[in-house]
């Protein structure tokens, strides 16, 4: 299967000599910066990891080298793009698969502190990433689906606040970057612990503000530009603070906060552009669901 494969929205084809010459300019005013912000800005989200995929792809080889190398596709470049919906993170987007800093330390993480490469498991992804998609349906031993409100590339369409699935049934479910974004937490993780079997677990990634002791939410802010403000995006509806495990954590679930990336040598941290090592924070660590 490729996932690239008439998945391009005609706009992208239609004006893609534009975005390769406003991107060739970028590269020589070292603006790159500029140009995935105003993806990140301007693009609707079920569009943007085509149109990012579309644009970094015509310009890695401007970033050819061995300096930083994707744990995730193992390609390596001199550097890695410039990433960040408000504040732009150096060094952060994989120019080849688009991971980013929290998907390569995700992927070293499932290689090295979990089996899910090694025995057969039912596995839902929801909000699939992009960069992982290819890798995880070449795992013989994984029944993978993906799951999401409108993704293009999902098996299944759904509400997570509401999912049409039955008790029980994934040994692992990894949702990343979403609980921001629902309008009822509480359902939505409800829901993902419903169909995680005993014994399994889920990864649940979410930004985190590491100056915040607890999570923010107000649900009397809707205007996007508000939301903004408030809670980083415009399309945020919260945002979590240093409690995260806490807001986590249900009856017949263990939350753990794994501090792997502590044990990790500098120089990998560095080598992968996983964090800067000076100053790493909760933000930088893995949270793990464990049903009992």
């Avoid at 943007?48 to 401007?62: D, E, G, H, M, R």
């Avoid at 991971?99 to 070293?108: D, G, V």
């Avoid at 029944?143 to 029980?168: C, F, G, Q, R």
Wanted: proline share 4%; charged share 30%.
């Amino acid at each position: 299967m490729n996932i690239f494969k008439d998945l391009l929205p005609l706009q992208i084809v239609l004006f893609g000599k534009k975005i390769k010459k406003a991107i060739s300019k970028a590269i020589k005013l070292n603006d790159m910066k500029r140009i995935i912000k105003f993806f990140l800005r301007n693009i609707p989200r079920k569009y943007l990891q085509k149109v990012v995929y579309f644009a970094t792809n015509s310009i890695k080889v401007f970033y050819l080298g061995n300096k930083v190398e994707c744990s995730v596709c193992k390609k390596h470049y001199r550097k890695f793009l410039p990433y960040g919906y408000v504040h732009s993170r150096e060094n952060a987007l994989c120019p080849n698969c688009l991971a980013l800093e929290r998907h390569r330390l995700l992927w070293l993480y499932l290689k090295e502190r979990t089996d899910i490469f090694k025995k057969d498991i039912s596995f839902l992804h929801i909000a699939p990433e992009l960069c992982f998609i290819e890798s995880f349906r070449k795992q013989k031993n994984i029944k993978y689906t993906t799951a999401d409100l409108e993704s293009p590339w999902a098996d299944i369409h759904l509400n997570v606040e509401d999912m049409p699935l039955e008790d029980e049934s994934y040994d692992f479910v990894m949702a990343n970057h979403i609980l921001e974004h629902v309008d009822n937490l509480d359902k939505a993780l409800s829901e993902i612990y419903r169909v995680l079997k005993k014994g399994g677990f889920a990864i649940l990634l979410s930004p985190i503000n590491p100056k915040r002791e607890t999570t923010y939410e107000d649900k009397n802010i809707t205007d996007p530009f508000e939301r903004e403000k408030h809670f980083g995006q415009k399309d945020h509806v919260r945002e979590f603070g240093l409690d995260y495990a806490s807001v986590l954590k249900k009856e017949g679930i263990e939350i753990v906060e794994d501090r792997f990336i502590e044990t990790l040598d500098r120089k990998k941290v560095i080598r992968y552009a996983l964090a800067n090592p000076d100053c790493l924070t909760i933000e930088n660590y893995i949270f793990v669901a464990k049903k009992l």
